[in-house]
């Protein structure tokens, strides 16, 4: 059986509802028939409207935060039930713009993954290194500290949905990407890492996603590699031709790797 491939948008805080459905009748047609599942990570406001909008087509309108509570005296929040009745298949939790701007722990991503669970939501969990940990050699520290701090203790039902996304901060809005081997090296270590957790078996069929100044351009490549089962994309998913170009260039069959038992070389700074 073969892992799925996934493309997801996320357009952060980009975008009203308006300018939402506009964006979503223009890139159904173009990505109809396409073999990746199209996800969009919209602002909560265009969640209903996107959603109503995607109905008959094959991209799935999700979130971009939520509380981990199941409600509450939370001004200014949105509780993963809310999202849900609006329309909301997934959520991105973790996101490094989450986790370095709003101040987001390890203890409190993992508890909203497993409040997303509990409210039938899937987790899209995002991870990654900043430059200043990449160049002290933190890389794998800080990768297997996120992974083991998201994933320990989630309900074995949860684990059929939840996919990680791997995104070097300093990848992200920067136009820099890791090679391709590195891409491809970190990758290997999380689904090691997972393996770890998880056992082998699950880790084989969890989609590791990467995000980071993804474009039409290196798309294929990257989703070319072994570990690598989909794509993860801000800036040039706010634009419909660019987003479809990315579909299109990443839509192939992909087969699942077995988890190999070979040492992990170090990641390359
Ligand atoms: P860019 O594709 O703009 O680098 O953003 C990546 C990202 O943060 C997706 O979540």
Redesign the pocket.
């Known amino acids: 059986m073969a892992r799925k491939l996934y493309v997801i948008g ?1 357009w952060k805080m980009y975008k009203t509802s308006r300018e939402a459905s506009a964006y979503i009748e223009a890139l159904a047609p173009l990505v109809e028939g396409e073999s990746a599942c199209v996800y969009l990570a919209v602002p909560f406001t265009s969640i209903a409207s996107a959603s109503a909008c995607a109905k008959e087509t094959n991209i799935v309108i999700g979130a971009q935060n939520m509380n981990d509570a199941r409600e509450g005296a939370f001004t200014g929040e949105i509780a993963g039930l809310m999202l849900k009745e609006a329309g909301a298949g997934f959520v991105l939790l973790g ?1 490094s713009e989450r986790r370095h701007i709003f101040g987001e722990s390890n203890e409190l991503i993992h508890k909203k993954i497993l409040r997303a669970v509990r409210d039938d939501i899937q987790p899209v969990v ?1 991870i990654g290194e900043t430059a200043l940990q990449r160049k002290s050699d933190q890389t794998q520290k800080v990768i297997e500290e996120q992974l083991v701090s998201a994933l320990e203790a989630v309900p074995k039902e949860a684990l059929d949905s939840l996919m990680i996304a791997y ?1 070097p901060v300093w ?3 920067t136009g820099k990407v890791p090679t391709l081997h590195q891409i491809q090296e970190i990758h290997h270590f999380c689904r090691q890492c997972i393996a770890q957790i998880l056992g082998a078996r699950k880790a084989s069929k969890i989609p590791i996603l990467y ?4 474009k039409p351009e290196n798309a294929a490549d990257i989703v070319a590699l072994d570990d690598v089962d989909g794509l ?5 998913s706010l634009n419909v031709e660019a987003f479809s170009a990315i579909i299109r260039n990443a839509s192939k069959e992909k087969t699942p790797k077995k988890v190999r038992k070979t040492t992990i070389k170090r990641v390359k700074k």
């Open positions: 996320n996101h995002c995104e990848a992200i809005g995000g980071g100044s993804v993860l994309a801000g800036g040039a």
